[in-house]
T-cell receptor
Framework: DSGVTQTPKHLITATGQRVTLRCSPR?????VYWYQQSLDQGLQFLIQ???????AKGNILERFSAQQFPDLHSELNLSSLELGDSALYFC?????????????FGPGTRLLVL | LAKTTQPISMDSYEGQEVNITCSHN???????ITWYQQFPSQGPRFIIQ???TKVTNEVASLFIPADRKSSTLSLPRVSLSDTAVYYC???????????FGTGTRLQVFP
């Protein structure tokens, strides 16, 4: 158990819908990262937050957005969902944001868009 | 963007040493190289991290040449439970984006 929690574990929805994925980092970790893992794209970095502020952006679509709240939990919002958004979504946390920080991954949310 | 490539798959037998190489031709100057292990339907799990030369911990060693354009994860005496997918993670030198390698599926046979 990494100490990072994600909810829900599974999510099934329809195209065009909007969903919110939630992540609670390890106690004391200020940084949260979001990743998408699909069969054809592998593990893709989406976005990073550090202490409530956006720190780095990866391959995140404009239909997707995220935020980190004062209690440090984070939410990833996916809207206008398409079939291709079906994937595993992981969040990870680390103590700070600098190079050399070990990221601890949550168990993931499996999203299926029908 | 940096290309971060790994062999797609490797086979080994219990008790053997396994070396998995990741090529990262445009790694960020100040970034570390991190390796993760992933089992099916689980999140990646940290194995080892380094910046240059050699790092060793209780489960693996990491070899990084001077130019840092590649790294090699070494698993000594693998067991069946080491069957998993292994990923390297680096920062891209141009964009600072984090990039996972393509992943190597390691199958360990008895």
């Amino acid at each position: 158990d990494s100490g990072v929690t994600q909810t829900p574990k599974h999510l099934i929805t329809a195209t065009g819908q909007r969903v919110t994925l939630r992540c609670s980092p390890r106690s004391g970790d200020l940084s949260v990262y979001w990743y998408q893992q699909s069969l054809d794209q592998g593990l893709q970095f989406l976005i990073q937050y550090y202490n409530g502020e956006e720190r780095a952006k990866g391959n995140i679509l404009e239909r997707f957005s995220a935020q980190q709240f004062p209690d440090l939990h984070s939410e990833l919002n996916l809207s206008s969902l398409e079939l291709g958004d079906s994937a595993l979504y992981f969040c990870a946390s680390s103590v700070t944001s600098g190079g050399g920080e070990t990221q601890y991954f949550g168990p993931g949310t499996r999203l299926l868009v029908l | 963007l940096a290309k971060t490539t790994q062999p797609i798959s490797m086979d080994s037998y219990e008790g053997q040493e396994v070396n998995i190489t990741c090529s990262h031709n445009n790694i960020a100057t100040n970034d570390y190289i991190t390796w993760y292990q992933q089992f099916p339907s689980q999140g990646p799990r940290f194995i080892i991290q380094g910046y240059k030369t050699k790092v060793t911990n209780e489960v693996a060693s990491l070899f990084i040449p001077a130019d840092r354009k590649s790294s090699t994860l070494s698993l000594p005496r693998v067991s069946l439970s080491d069957t998993a997918v292994y990923y390297c993670l680096v920062g891209d030198g141009n964009t600072d984006k984090l990039i996972f390698g393509t992943g190597t599926r390691l199958q360990v046979f008895p």
